[in-house]
């Protein structure tokens, strides 16, 4: 896979990364599909915390779409 685009995706994650490290949780790039999903985990207290959908979609993948914006969808797998 295209490795200019995992490295633009990893640093948007660490741009977010302090916030999410703030309330005890994290967040890990696993891989992109060939549809151009993006799967990450979910770690720490953001892996379990109840609003973690919101985390996921308002906060991690808008941040990714800006960066890489033909990203369609950026989903958690455990």
Do not use: W, Y
Request: hydrophobic content about 40%.
């Amino acid at each position: 896979m295209n490795t200019e685009l995992i490295e633009k995706i990893n640093i948007a994650l660490n741009g977010m990364r302090p916030f999410l490290q703030a309330d005890g949780g994290d967040v890990e790039f696993v891989e992109i599909t060939e549809d151009m999903e993006v799967r990450v985990r979910l770690k720490g207290s953001c892996s379990s915390c109840d609003i973690s959908h919101i985390t996921l979609k308002a906060g991690i993948e808008n941040g990714i779409k800006n960066a890489v914006p033909q990203i369609r969808n950026v989903v958690a797998i455990d």
